[in-house]
């Protein structure tokens, strides 16, 4: 599996020479398991130059989005998804929802006044199901948990055979910390995706009730979980590039294998 990010920055997305290094599109990873399958976690701005690599070097691959929830930071970006509009594309979207619950919110998303095109009025072929706790898909299972968040949001897990990563983002622990639900459900995975909106002064003062922890709280869950290694990502959008090193280089004292997620980092697992 090849673990790709195209886009790392919470909330909203920015831009300016002080955002060149970790970017300021928000949310999309791609995980790349054959010629046959490629998976996309979240439709922030990222998947924009997603969507172009694909159309130039995969276009009839099969797509599967995995949709963790509808805050628009994870999924404004899919209008502007190249292989949407591409009648060969064939797309498998996944969300919490019902089928038509998630097409009604993706409707909302496009068309109307907000979009010349509906979301059901694109050309590609489509197919929405929702998610279950465990399922096969292709050469890799899925494990879903439901993660503290405003609204929901929905952990994913992937297994294959060349390792695990699990996608945490948009999560906030209890006073008590991470559930043992939670703990058990990431334990042991080579890669930990974790959420660093926050620093832990930032948290204190004034985010608690947010929905993210701070960045000590993705720590805790890769050291209580046993992961291998930790991915910082859901950027601030407060937080410049200088601060961003900043925070990494904090949570290697205590966690000396962390890296920052940023568009174009590519991990293979």
């Known amino acids: 599996m090849i673990l790709q990010f195209w886009g790392a920055r919470g909330s909203f997305a920015v831009s300016g020479l002080e955002y060149l290094e970790f970017g300021g599109a928000t949310l999309c990873a791609s995980l790349q398991i054959d010629a046959q399958n490629f998976y996309l976690i979240d439709a ?29 930071d994870h999924i404004i970006g899919l209008p502007s998804f ?20 998630t ?6 998303l496009m068309g109307n006044l907000f979009f010349p095109v509906s979301f059901s ?15 096969s ?15 929901g ?16 983002t948009d999560a906030e622990p209890t006073e008590a ?14 890669y930990l995706v974790g959420d ?20 000590e709280a993705a720590v805790n869950l890769a050291q209580q979980a046993r992961c291998e290694h930790l991915v910082l990502s859901h950027w601030n959008p407060q937080h410049d590039d200088r601060r961003v090193r900043e925070i990494i280089n904090q949570v290697r004292q205590k966690w000396p294998q962390a890296q920052g997620a940023k568009p174009g980092l590519k991990i293979e697992i």
């Open 103 to 108: 097409r009604e919110q993706l409707d909302r």
């Open 44 to 72: 922030g701005t990222g998947i924009r130059k997603c969507g172009e690599f694909l159309a130039a070097h995969l276009p009839e691959v099969k797509l599967t989005l995995f949709l963790t929830h509808f805050h628009l």
């Open 153 to 168: 949001n929905t952990g994913l897990r992937f297994e294959g055979e060349g390792g695990s990563v699990v996608f945490a």
């Open 82 to 101: 190249q292989p949407l509009y591409d009648p060969r594309t064939f797309l498998v979207i996944y969300s919490s929802l019902r089928p038509e619950k």
């Open 137 to 151: 898909l292709g050469p890799v299972t899925v494990r879903t948990i439901a993660l503290p968040h405003p609204q």
């Open 177 to 190: 910390g991470w559930s043992e639900e939670i703990i058990n459900w990431a334990a042991e995975a080579e």
């Open 196 to 215: 660093a909106m926050f620093t832990p002064d930032e948290y204190a003062n004034s985010k608690k009730g947010w929905g993210h922890g701070s960045y």
């Open 121 to 135: 009025e694109t050309a590609c072929q489509k197919e929405i199901r929702q998610f279950r706790d465990s399922f």
